[in-house]
């Protein structure tokens, strides 16, 4: 008897922020499912401090480890531009500008490992 795959859509929180996210179950009786996941680019928008003296800070919306890092300091980005990739929950996460400006600051880099509300990124 043939298995279709079955893909089920969830929306789960991580401190108080709201995922999306589709999982795909494989497998058939008899076996161990195996389950892959996707999530929704997570958005900077909401996961910042407001803007201070020292320019908007941009803070890790959940634990992870930073894989890729698409800015530098002195980089001029748009609001919804990649700053960085995060690993969580076994997802590969893009983090975006929430706003137009300057880099100003990186306080990570690749291989970091962050936790929720760590500082990453200040942009002017």
Do not use: H, R, W
Request: hydrophobic share 45%; charged share 20%; glycine share 10%.
């Amino acid at each position: 008897m043939l298995n279709k795959n079955i893909m089920k859509k969830y929306v789960i929180t991580v401190n108080g922020n709201k995922y999306e996210v589709e999982v795909e179950e494989t497998g058939s009786v008899g076996t161990k499912p195996v389950s892959t996941a996707k999530a929704a680019p997570v958005t900077a928008a909401t996961k910042v401090s407001k803007p201070s003296v020292g320019g908007q800070k941009v803070l890790a919306p959940m634990p992870g480890n930073i894989i890729k890092v698409s800015v530098k300091v002195g980089d001029v980005v748009k609001k919804g531009q990649g700053l960085l990739v995060f690993e969580a929950m076994k997802m590969e996460n893009d983090l975006t500008s929430p706003a137009d400006g300057t880099i100003a600051e990186i306080k990570i880099g690749v291989g970091s490992v962050i936790a929720a509300g760590d500082l990453l990124v200040v942009i002017e």
